[in-house]
């Protein structure tokens, strides 16, 4: 997901897309130690978006605190 597209959501649409995506991290985790996981990529791309998402939210909390 874009940059742009995450700061258009509402704070509780993002809340709630950080959460499906740290679920599907943990799925794809949980998939990768006891099978094999075909698409690896899709954990580096999870990792980034939640860290995308986290990152959004704290600056907006950041300006709203100024």
Not at 11 to 16: I, M
Not at 22 to 32: G, M, P, Q, S
Not at 48 to 66: S, V
């Given at each position: ?9 509402r ?6 897309e950080?959460?499906k995506l ?11 130690e006891?099978e094999?996981l075909?698409?690896t990529?899709?954990l580096?791309d999870?990792k ?19």
């Open positions: 997901m874009k940059a742009k597209e995450i700061r258009g959501m704070l509780d649409e993002r809340q709630g950080l959460e740290e679920k599907e991290l943990f799925n794809l985790r949980t998939r990768a006891t094999k075909e698409n990529h899709l580096g999870k980034r978006d939640i860290a995308r998402f986290k990152t959004i939210m704290n600056e907006t909390q950041l300006k709203g605190k100024k």
